[in-house]
């Protein structure tokens, strides 16, 4: 009986010794942000009579934002363009310029046939509008085709050209009219992978 007594209680020390173990951890402490948004364009440099290079030498502003509901986080109107004085089977440029001044990656939104991208207004409308073509080009001077889901990285731009033209057998009923060309551009982070 005391070699049994004397068994259980070597085992008891024993076990007890076991159960004392070491133990050591590592700690990792990050930093979790978000990134941000900003569409911008600019209709002109900031000294016209002496250009500097794109993007730096551009008036670059913030125009209208997207309405609350939309679901899009910036857009862009650019103010108005001089496209004045038409008469038939004339054609007038201008170049607008786009870019993302925010870190994350946005997807463009603009369709030329969508009303919500390119539309006319006005009291006295054209029986007949003017046709408008809106191409643009990235900055290394690759055509964009089409703008719509065009991505830009942050810092990226496009220069857009807008085109308006009259055919020359433009109807006489166009003559005294006005009409106010309204181009959205908008964008997204919808379906635009960060990576």
Known sequence: MRLAL????VVGIGSAITVAAWTDSVHFDTTVSSGTIELQGAVDYLDPTN?????DGLDWQEF???PADSGLIAR???PAIDFQNFGPGQTRSATVWLRNAGSLPVGMVFDPADPASLSWSGANLFPDPPDV???AV???NTPVLP???WVLRGGDWLTVTVTVSTPSDWAQENEGRA??????????TDGVTTD
């Open 76 to 78: 862009f109107v650019p």
């Open 179 to 188: 009409g106010s060309l309204e181009l959205i551009f908008q964008a997204t």
């Open 147 to 149: 703008i719509e889901g």
């Open 6 to 9: 004397a068994a259980l209680v």
């Open 133 to 135: 073509v809106v191409t």
């Open 64 to 66: 209208p934002g997207a």
């Open 138 to 140: 990235d900055r290394n």
């Open 51 to 55: 250009p500097g290079t794109v993007p």
